[in-house]
């Protein structure tokens, strides 16, 4: 059973920074594809950044990009976003995510093409 757990998640000001990890568990294969998709209450999921395995390739949001960095520790199963510069169009939860077997490159996947994803971690940013 796959289970993805998020963290680090909090309230900062404009301009600051945090740090999202997420531990991967229930699954040997890592063949696919891991990324962030974010959700804030009346507006549509939106998919954040996606790292493919192998970690070499990465792709992100318009929005995002610039200010946040996706990175994994595949010996660790661990997932993180770096984000830096928030805003206050940031504040959402943030979703882990994972799909297995191929992935699309080049683009950010949305959550309906993940396979799984936890149960996401509180992002506020006030002005």
């Known amino acids: 059973q796959v289970q993805l757990e998020a963290s680090g998640g909090g309230s900062v000001q404009t301009g600051g920074s945090l740090r999202l990890s997420c531990v991967a568990s229930g699954y040997s294969n890592s063949a696919g594809c891991m990324g962030w998709f974010r959700q804030t209450p009346g507006k549509e999921r939106e998919g954040v950044a996606t790292?493919?395995?192998?970690?070499?390739?990465?792709s992100y949001a318009d929005p995002v990009k610039g200010r946040f960095t996706i990175s994994q520790d595949s010996a660790k199963k661990t997932l993180y976003l770096q984000m830096d510069s928030l805003k206050p169009e940031d504040t959402a939860m943030y979703y882990c995510?994972?799909?297995?077997?191929?992935?699309?490159?080049?683009?950010?996947?949305?959550?309906?093409?993940?396979?799984?994803w936890g149960q996401g971690t509180q992002v506020t940013v006030s002005s």
């Open positions: 995510a994972r799909k297995r077997g191929g992935c699309e490159r080049g683009r950010v996947l949305q959550w309906f093409e993940y396979n799984y």
């Open positions: 790292i493919y395995s192998g970690g070499s390739l990465t």
